[in-house]
T-cell receptor
């Protein structure tokens, strides 16, 4: 069965610093990978996705992620953190083409220090 | 296009009661999925409906059920509520067809509190 592990339930960075949120997945078949963000009292917003093709994917708000099959990783990065990036971030995997079942990691709460 | 809408946004129920939550997908989306979010268990998949048929199901007891109507709107029902059912219930919609991009769009959720 597929699974997702997010390393670090809490990450704190200074404004302007690099943001790195780690995600490793387990899957016996090529996965579809997603990063979502959740602001307080809101639903999930898609940041970016990897399905096939280019392994470096760019998303909204300056975020990007790189799919590394050999490391089974899909880490999320942003070169320069903004205060508005403070939220909870979820990595998710879907392994069945066309199936709409996402398996989520436990989430990483990102705090931005002024 | 309007996003995914969920009603009600907040709900307080008593143990033993039942509850029905509603979800309206983005226009043109035929797949609706439901997730439960709790601090302890995180985000867990409940079930997915496509063209009025349940296509996928998570590991939840039979007290959790759902349905989808011909206009793709979906409802989920929880019977005999337990304290542990207190959670944020999220609905997501997707195109889920040939050539679709597979991403799901989430609604704001319904916060259910069971007392």
């Amino acid at each position: 069965a597929q699974s997702v592990t997010q390393l670090g339930s809490h990450v704190s960075v200074s404004e302007g610093a690099l943001v790195l949120l780690r995600c490793n997945y387990s899957s016996s078949v090529p996965p579809y990978l997603f990063w979502y963000v959740q602001y307080p009292n809101q639903g999930l917003q898609l940041l970016l996705k990897y399905t096939t093709g280019a392994t470096l994917v760019k998303g909204i708000n300056g975020f990007e992620a790189e799919f590394k099959k050999s490391e089974t990783s899909f880490h999320l990065t942003k070169p320069s953190a903004h205060m508005s990036d403070a939220a909870e971030y979820f990595c998710a995997v879907s392994v069945i083409q066309g199936a709409q079942k996402l398996v989520f990691g436990q989430g990483t709460r990102l705090t931005i220090n002024p | 296009k309007a996003g995914v809408t969920q009603t009600p946004r907040y709900l307080i129920k008593t143990r033993g009661q039942q509850v029905t939550l509603s979800c309206s997908p983005i226009s043109g989306h035929r797949s609706v999925s439901w997730y439960q979010q709790t601090p302890g268990q995180g985000l867990q998949f409940l079930f997915e409906y496509f063209s009025e048929t349940q296509r996928n199901k998570g590991n939840f007891p039979g007290r959790f059920s759902g349905r989808q109507f011909s206009n793709s709107r979906s409802e989920m029902n929880v019977s005999t509520l337990e304290l542990g059912d207190s959670a944020l219930y999220l609905c997501a919609s997707s195109l889920s067809g040939q050539g679709a991009s597979y991403e799901q769009y989430f609604g704001p959720g319904t916060r259910l509190t069971v007392t």
